[in-house]
């Protein structure tokens, strides 16, 4: 394997396409969607970047909406990434043949291995919620596996 492939992460943006996020995201070989995308063509515009994969959230009920399954499971770079939207709603034992769990919901970063897989959460990159960041994250997948990284955008 070549160069590491550098995939964006973005959930909880209810309708909101930060421009921060935006500049965060660009140059990313790809991106995963953690849900409550929200109306307003976000998948569109965030597919002006790169490729986009996108699961809906527990707010993402309209017509829309319809195209996006509920979990997706996603090849890149010889790794294997597990995409929801709620964690708690995980239907799979990710251990011994998922690289990545990719999930939002919370609000709440999270960037911690279990058992040998990652568990990746950017936080939301939407409406702020409480005292919680606003953030993308980055997955960087190498020969060396998956590494997550939290990226608290400057607002």
Sequence with gaps: MGADLIVGVISDTHGLLRPEAVSALRGCDLILHAGDIGPGGIVQQLAQLAPVHGVRGNVDRDEWAQTHPITEVIEIGGRWIYLIHNIAEIDIDP?????????????????????????????????????????????????????????????
């Design 95 to 155: 251990r011994g043949g998922f690289d990545a769990v990719v999930f939002g919901h919370s609000h709440q970063p999270c960037n911690e291995y279990r058992d040998g897989v990652l568990y990746f959460n950017p936080g939301s990159a939407g409406p702020r919620r409480f005292k919680l960041p606003v953030a993308v994250g980055r997955l960087r997948i190498g020969a060396d596996g998956v590494s997550g990284e939290v990226i608290k955008l400057a607002l």
